[in-house]
């Protein structure tokens, strides 16, 4: 399966202020998604990227707060913009692989984000 | 709607007893099911999934899930549990439409406590 960097792992950041998250993955992917982890909550799908086409938003979620990039098909970027405390959780990204005995969803080891 | 449901908020077990993890999804069809462990701090480590075939899936860890069709279940179990297990387990469901529209649903989560 694919393996993900991702990075920062942690950061305190103030509020107002900007944060771009990134995600580097070992083997070219077609899907790559962006989840929140609000705290002792389960994982919320941002939005899907996908290379060379605008990303997609889940409801809840705008493109003007949580701008994606995907320059190619190792990378993408999350940018939490104008943050407020309740930005607060953990980021994480993940892949999707091709479906059999080897595929599914991998994910990154996630960003944890406090907005102070 | 489809929806993914760990109805067991905290479970407690004591070393080296069994342990089994419910899970219930609302979909349709047959998805693509999913376990993940995720240990404080960490990223969510895939622990098995099912496609097809053999309702009993083995995974890592010496976890072990069985899909029922009948009931919508997707229940994890481990005969012999260690105190490196406790965490927070996720069931999360992969509603494939089949278009090449993915997307993973998570559960809430159980969080696994270990008495030693």
């Known amino acids: 399966s694919a393996v993900i960097s991702q990075k920062p792992s942690r950061d305190i950041c103030q509020r107002g202020t900007s944060l771009t998250i990134q995600c580097q993955v070992d083997?070219?992917?077609?899907?790559m998604f962006w989840y929140r982890q609000q705290p002792g909550q389960s994982l919320t799908l941002i939005a899907t990227?996908?290379?060379?086409?605008?990303?997609?938003?889940e409801s809840g979620f705008v493109i003007d707060k949580f701008p994606i990039s995907r320059p190619n098909l190792t990378f993408s970027t999350l940018t939490v913009s104008n943050m407020s405390p309740e930005d607060s959780s953990i980021y994480l990204c993940?892949?999707?692989?091709?479906?059999?005995?080897?595929?599914?969803?991998?994910f990154g080891s996630g960003t944890r984000l406090t907005v102070v | 709607a489809q929806s993914v449901t760990q109805p067991d908020i905290h479970i407690t077990v004591s070393e080296g007893a069994s342990l089994e993890l419910r899970c219930n999804y609302s979909?349709?069809?047959?998805?693509?099911l999913f376990w993940y462990v995720q240990s404080p701090g960490q990223g969510l480590q895939l622990l098995l999934k099912?496609?097809?075939?053999?309702?009993l899936v083995q995974g890592i860890k010496g976890f072990e899930a069985e899909f029922k069709r009948s009931q919508s279940s997707f229940n994890l179990r481990k005969p012999s549990v260690h105190w490196s297990d406790a965490a927070e387990y996720f069931c999360?469901?992969?509603?494939?439409?089949?278009?090449?529209?993915?997307?993973?649903?998570f559960g809430k989560g159980t969080k696994l406590s270990v008495i030693p």
């Open positions: 993940s892949v999707h692989t091709s479906m059999g005995a080897l595929g599914g969803y991998t």
């Open positions: 099912y496609f097809s075939g053999d309702t």
């Open positions: 083997s070219q992917v077609t899907m």
């Open positions: 990227a996908n290379q060379g086409s605008e990303a997609t938003y």
């Open positions: 999360a469901v992969d509603l494939y439409s089949g278009a090449g529209s993915y997307q993973l649903t």
């Open positions: 979909y349709g069809a047959t998805p693509y």
